[in-house]
């Protein structure tokens, strides 16, 4: 699941224990992941810049403290937000003090009102993507072996002079790699290239997006079946789960075109209600898929 909004019951005063209920809720219930978008401010699709919305990373550490067994993962970390080797500390820091359970999810950026509303450099798609794969190739840097490869980082965008990392992730050889996006010429070709995962969108191109990817693992010598396959959307499932039986035929559906993991993004004033709902009339009814 990811956190679709934060207009929760009882605002500000409250968010802390409801995001304490909300992750406590969905570990308990058997979700394998927890997701948070990485945005200062809240996206179009939910209200806009006057909605509120939390950090990213300071929310996920608050998650890990409330979870014993789920991933935790940015869905997905703008590269335009922070130097890659802080990056690579972030979620090296959340992935120990997780007992090892981070996740990098990570993407180009899209949200240009928001950084340059607050001052962030947002520069163009093409050197974004060129960005986000020097920065992949700097966590994957930091987190060789026990200590990092250690030898300078020459690229065209960040250069490093000692990508060393200490203490170390506790997961091996690395935290997970997700990489977020269906573009099928530079997105789809860099999943196949470094990541673990890919994050996808429902819709009528889904197959498609899917044989781009084998195609890009075949000319990039990468084992497809090695990557995960995920997708993202809202989860409707009302208080009441009135939704559920049509939920559980759509994840049904995903999982006969290839999708190994769905990640519902979860929204309303009461999201533990939400999250309760999904959890006992959802999860157990794919538990076989």
């Keep these: 699941?990811?956190?679709?909004?934060?207009?929760?019951?009882?605002?500000?005063?409250?968010?802390?224990?409801?995001?304490?209920?909300?992750a406590r809720t969905a570990d308990d219930a058997g979700f394998a992941l927890i997701g948070v978008g990485d945005h200062?401010?809240?996206?179009?699709?939910?209200?806009?810049?006057?909605?509120?919305?939390?950090?990213?990373?300071?929310?996920?550490a608050v998650i890990a403290a409330h979870t014993r067994r789920c991933l935790l993962a940015p869905v997905v970390a703008?590269?335009?937000?922070?130097?890659?080797?802080?990056?690579?500390?972030?979620?090296?820091?959340?992935?120990?003090?997780?007992?090892?359970?981070?996740?990098?999810?990570?993407?180009?950026?899209?949200?240009?009102?928001e950084a340059v509303g607050l001052g962030i450099p947002f520069p163009p798609l093409?050197?974004?993507?060129?960005r986000l794969e020097e920065a992949i190739q700097v966590c994957l840097r930091m987190w060789h072996g026990e200590r990092g490869d250690e030898r300078p980082f020459e690229g065209e965008h960040y250069r490093l002079e000692r990508p060393l990392n200490l203490p170390q992730s506790l997961s091996r050889p690395h935290p997970p790699i997700m990489i977020g996006g269906g573009g099928e010429r530079r997105t789809l070709r860099l999943v196949a290239r470094y990541a673990d995962a890919c994050n996808l969108y429902p819709g009528p191109d889904l197959p498609h997006k899917l044989d781009v990817l084998r195609r890009h693992c075949e000319d990039e010598g990468r084992d497809y079946d090695a990557?995960?396959?995920?997708?993202?959307?809202?989860?409707?499932?009302?208080?009441?789960?009135?939704?559920?039986?049509?939920?559980?035929?759509?994840?049904?559906?995903?999982?006969?075109s290839g999708i190994q993991t769905a990640i519902g993004i979860v929204s309303g004033p009461d999201p533990v209600r939400q999250v309760e709902a999904i959890g006992k009339h959802v999860v157990p009814a794919v538990a076989d898929v």
């Design 40 to 60: 200062l401010w809240q996206g179009p699709h939910a209200g806009g810049p006057e909605q509120p919305e939390l950090e990213c990373f300071t929310t996920l």
């Design 1 to 22: 699941m990811e956190l679709g909004d934060y207009a929760w019951e009882g605002g500000p005063a409250r968010m802390a224990d409801t995001l304490a209920d909300i």
């Design 227 to 256: 990557i995960e396959k995920t997708c993202i959307f809202p989860f409707a499932v009302g208080d009441d789960a009135a939704g559920a039986g049509e939920l559980v035929e759509q994840l049904r559906g995903l999982a006969a």
């Design 78 to 113: 703008g590269v335009h937000f922070r130097e890659p080797a802080v990056l690579a500390k972030t979620v090296t820091t959340l992935d120990v003090l997780s007992g090892g359970r981070a996740m990098l999810g990570v993407g180009a950026g899209w949200y240009e009102e």
């Design 126 to 130: 093409g050197e974004r993507f060129a």
